[in-house]
């Protein structure tokens, strides 16, 4: 499985762009979003961006990584957040889930 990284354009090159995110600094490729800007925000996968989201996507996708990490290292998950893992859905709510 890959996750993609939020990260923020700091510096562009070409097709190249150095990128921050999650503490790390990359030099990640962007020929499949185009022309970048300093301070743009990459969904970025294994140095190379896929997506070019806004500054909201980025902190919604740095929230789920950190709820991510926290489940891996057995921290309990806060009581605000919002939504179920699927082996605690109803039948109900995993048909919505899945469409079905």
Same mark, same amino acid.
């Given at each position: 499985?890959?996750?993609?990284?939020?990260?923020?354009?700091?510096?562009?090159?070409?097709?190249?762009?150095?990128?921050?995110?999650?503490?790390?600094?990359?030099?990640?490729?962007?020929?499949?979003?185009?022309?970048?800007?300093?301070?743009?925000?990459?969904?970025?996968?294994?140095?190379?961006?896929?997506?070019?989201?806004?500054?909201?996507?980025?902190?919604? #996708? =740095?929230? &789920? *990584?950190?709820?991510?990490?926290?489940?891996? @290292?057995?921290? $309990? /998950?806060?009581?605000? #957040? =919002?939504? &179920? *893992?699927?082996?605690?859905?109803?039948?109900? @709510?995993?048909? $919505? /889930?899945?469409?079905?």
């Amino acid at each position: 499985m890959c996750i993609g990284i939020p990260m923020q354009v700091v510096e562009t090159d070409g097709r190249f762009a150095l990128c921050e995110g999650r503490g790390e600094r990359r030099r990640v490729n962007t020929a499949l979003v185009g022309q970048v800007a300093v301070g743009d925000w990459l969904l970025v996968f294994l140095d190379d961006a896929r997506e070019q989201i806004d500054a909201e996507r980025a902190l919604e #996708v =740095d929230a &789920a *990584l950190d709820l991510v990490l926290g489940a891996m @290292q057995g921290t $309990a /998950l806060p009581d605000d #957040v =919002d939504f &179920a *893992l699927p082996s605690q859905m109803s039948p109900e @709510q995993m048909r $919505a /889930l899945t469409g079905q």
